[in-house]
């Protein structure tokens, strides 16, 4: 084995092969660049693969919970969200001038927790921002139970559940809108980009205006898939849009990128369960859990222990690197006006950290991983 100064093992890294460099080059080839055929077979594909109707692509998982809140009209309202997520979750929200109320979590899944939701409602409510916590769905049954008896829109933040199901349902054809992440990192990773999955028509139609200025017309359509010379130039702009489309080689990478998924989170799952394994006999390790009713994507594995910052130094000295997923939002300076007390929240974001997961992690970095951690309290 070698030795420790050698070992360099990140949180995270992107995987592909040979497929995403060939499929890059035949859209540079092809001479189309930007929004085209291939965003359109990427949308078809990814809908049929998580079992929706619609799918509509965007440039980052930002730009869709961005837009997913504003065709659900939540301004002068307030959303109810997680405190625990990407900051990006509760941007949106400020995005739409609407008031982003926070929720506490659960202490087994660390996603957002149903009867806080329901203490949290008020008459401004518009909508529920669900954050599938490292790729484990939140419950989803009692949050949708809240949603229809006060007439409410649950928005899916699935950032981190590409490839996941609850109930036997993939998640993206449950909720009214689910928002995905595919930034480098993520379980199908495109460069950057996002999408909503959806099944309201209208809602649809809109999303694909917003996410090109408002133009009621993209290029793609207006070139009707001819050569250059038929291109026609007559378009409407029918309201302020933003630059949020996503473009072809984007697309070409998450075409790739999805036909692996199941690989690659099956790959995510067996790391998993080699950490539950090897780490399990640690009374001092709290290791993360899955319900039966769930097939987490396994985003990330996060264990929680009270001396993280101890045992964080002890890894990066024997070459692992960790991270600590996330710093609660109401934390922040720009948030503390929105602040309210979170004391799962409060407690469990100390003693957060994660370790590296993705497909490339070899079994011998695995075993390397768990040894050293053995070697912690040795």
């Known amino acids: 084995m070698p030795s420790d100064t050698m070992r360099?093992?990140?949180v995270f890294r992107p995987y592909h092969d040979e497929a995403e460099i060939q499929a890059v080059a035949e859209v540079i080839r092809s001479g189309w660049w930007g929004q085209g055929p291939k965003t359109a077979e990427f949308e078809r594909r990814f809908a049929e693969f998580v079992q929706a109707p619609l799918a509509v692509a965007v440039n980052s998982a930002t730009a869709a919970l961005h837009l997913a809140l504003k065709v659900v009209g939540v301004e002068g309202g307030e959303v109810i969200s997680p405190a625990l997520t990407f900051v990006s979750t509760n941007h949106a929200i400020l995005y739409n001038n609407a008031t982003p109320v926070f929720a506490d979590i659960e202490p087994e899944t660390l996603n957002i927790d149903p009867e806080d939701i329901a203490r949290k409602m008020t008459p401004r409510t518009r909508a529920i921002l669900v954050v599938h916590y490292g790729g484990h769905p939140a419950d989803l049954d009692a949050i949708h139970a809240?949603?229809?008896a006060h007439n409410l829109t649950v928005i899916e933040d699935a950032a981190h559940a590409a490839g996941a199901s609850?109930?036997?349902k993939p998640i993206g054809s449950i909720s009214p809108l689910t928002c995905f992440s595919f930034h480098p990192v993520k379980n199908l990773a495109t460069g950057d980009g996002g999408m909503i999955t959806l099944q309201n028509e209208d809602w649809a139609a809109r999303l694909r205006r917003l996410r090109w200025?408002?133009?009621?017309?993209?290029?793609?359509?207006?070139?009707?898939?001819k050569d250059t010379s038929q291109y026609s130039w007559q378009y409407d702009v029918e309201e302020l849009g933003y630059?949020?489309?996503?473009n072809d080689i984007n697309a070409a990478i998450g075409l790739v990128q999805l036909e692996r998924l199941p690989q690659t989170n099956a790959r995510r799952r067996q790391i998993a369960a080699m950490y539950d394994e090897g780490l399990g006999d640690?009374?001092?390790l709290?290791?993360?859990v899955v319900r039966d009713d769930v097939v987490s994507a396994r985003h990330n594995y996060v264990v929680r222990l009270d001396e993280r910052e101890r045992l964080a130094a002890w890894l990066r000295d024997h070459g692992i690197a960790?991270?600590?997923h996330y710093i609660p939002n109401h934390l922040y300076t720009m948030y503390r006006r929105y602040a309210t007390p979170l004391p799962v929240t409060e407690r469990e974001w100390k003693r957060l950290l994660t370790l590296p997961l993705f497909p490339g992690l070899t079994d011998d970095e695995v075993a390397y991983i768990i040894e050293t951690i053995h070697n912690y309290h040795a």
């Open 282 to 284: 640690l009374p001092w």
């Open 213 to 225: 200025v408002g133009i009621n017309k993209d290029t793609w359509v207006r070139s009707a898939g």
């Open 166 to 168: 609850y109930h036997g």
């Open 286 to 288: 709290q290791l993360p």
């Open 243 to 246: 630059k949020y489309h996503t």
């Open 8 to 10: 360099s093992i990140p």
């Open 146 to 148: 809240l949603a229809k």
């Open 322 to 324: 960790t991270g600590m």
